[in-house]
């Protein structure tokens, strides 16, 4: 499967950004996904993972509450929803897809656990 990442931008502190995830050339219900972010100078790291049925989802403790992942499987894509967005969630968002079932909220947040990624989209969040 392909992933390709979009709805990035330019937004200030406390607006919503909805990232979404097409994938193409296989059966989106038979993967897992996940979202990932790396902002300048930092390490990748994890956001939100969810299940091949969206039936388990995972969020990092700082998007907790304020982010929700979602999958339409009818529609092959993955949605990232982002609300009260700081200066902080400024990064580069990326996309990742596995084969791999859903397995624990530790293995999901690795990217290790994914075998295909999108390439990223820009969110910048201005204070």
């Known amino acids: 499967v392909q992933l390709q990442a979009s709805g990035g931008g330019l937004v200030q502190a406390g607006d919503s950004l909805r990232l979404s995830c097409a994938a193409s050339?296989?059966?989106?219900?038979?993967?897992?996904a996940g979202w990932f972010r790396q902002a300048p100078g930092k390490e990748r790291e994890f956001v939100s993972a969810?299940?091949?049925?969206?039936?388990?989802?995972s969020y990092a403790d700082s998007v907790k509450g304020r982010f929700t992942i979602s999958k339409d499987n009818a529609k092959n894509t993955l949605y990232l929803q982002m609300n009260s967005l700081n200066p902080g969630d400024t990064a580069v968002y990326s996309c990742?897809?596995?084969?791999?079932?859903?397995?624990?909220?530790?293995?999901?947040?690795?990217?290790?656990?994914?075998?295909?990624w999108g390439q990223g989209t820009q969110v910048t969040v201005s204070s």
């Open positions: 990742a897809a596995t084969y791999r079932s859903y397995t624990t909220t530790a293995a999901v947040a690795r990217a290790e656990h994914y075998d295909t």
């Open positions: 050339g296989g059966a989106f219900r038979n993967y897992a």
């Open positions: 969810i299940s091949r049925s969206g039936s388990r989802i």
